[in-house]
Antibody, heavy 121, light 113 residues
Framework: QVQLQESGPGLVKPSETLSLKCTVS????????WSWIRQPPGKGLEWIGC???????NYDPSLKSRVTVSIDTSKNQFSLRLISVTAADTAVYYC???????????????WGQGTLVTVSS | DIVMTQSPDSLAVSLGERATINCKSS????????????LGWYQQKPGQPPKVLIY???TRESGVPDRFSGSGSGTDFTLTISSLQAEDVAVYYC?????????FGQGTKLEIK
């Protein structure tokens, strides 16, 4: 059974860079799309972007200028980098798998447990 | 972007009664080539990640109780819980995966009356 685990700093200073990793266990990172999704405290879900094992990416246009998602198939990991963060980027960040192989347009399953990142000086 | 709008924002239902949550998309999420609605429903309990309940608008995920059902097509969708159980207290989200950016509804908080 595939499991995902986010890791990275829980506190980032304003204007600095948020970096998170998602480690995939129990299955290969190949042949699926993988996404980052975030949820500000007490608010709803926002899709950030996704990546395929080939390295092909797709981002939310509102974040595209600040976001990079990358993948390391040898480590079964993919990563999120968000530059120039502000308090508005404070959120629980989730990584998730696109449920169907080889297709980007489908639902997210499974999800990681999420990691809270607070942007504060 | 496709905007997903859920109603109501919150809902209180008695145990054993029916709960109905609506989701409307700003454009159709029905893909004509395969006649599938690119719409999913998730349940999120406090401190947990969302869990998929329904995909393709009406297909129940394995292991999800059959009191959960999804219906609708095009732009209007419904999640129904036929007989509310205490463990169903959660926030429910719809999500379209028809086109990027993938978008979610604002969530509906379901409580016990």
């Amino acid at each position: 059974q595939v499991q995902l685990q986010e890791s990275g700093p829980g506190l980032v200073k304003p204007s600095e860079t948020l970096s998170l990793k998602c480690t995939v266990s129990g299955g290969s990172i190949s042949n699926h799309y993988w996404s980052w999704i975030r949820q500000p405290p007490g608010k709803g879900l926002e899709w950030i972007g996704c990546i395929y094992h080939s390295g092909s990416t797709n981002y939310d246009p509102s974040l595209k200028s600040r976001v990079t998602v990358s993948i390391d198939t040898s480590k079964n990991q993919f990563s999120l980098r968000l530059i120039s963060v502000t308090a508005a980027d404070t959120a629980v960040y989730y990584c998730a798998r696109h449920a169907l192989r080889g297709v980007t347009g489908n639902w997210f399953d499974p999800w990681g447990q999420g990691t809270l990142v607070t942007v504060s000086s | 972007d496709i905007v997903m709008t859920q109603s109501p924002d919150s809902l209180a239902v008695s145990l054993g009664e029916r709960a109905t949550i609506n989701c409307k998309s700003s454009q159709s999420v029905l893909y004509s080539s395969n006649n599938k609605n690119y719409l999913g429903w998730y349940q999120q309990k406090p401190g947990q990640p969302p869990k998929v309940l329904i995909y393709w608008a009406s297909t129940r995920e394995s292991g999800v109780p059959d009191r959960f059902s999804g219906s609708g097509s095009g732009t209007d969708f419904t999640l129904t819980i036929s007989s509310l159980q205490a463990e169903d207290v959660a926030v429910y989200y719809c999500q379209q995966y028809y086109s990027t950016p993938y978008t979610f509804g604002q969530g509906t908080k379901l409580e016990i009356k």
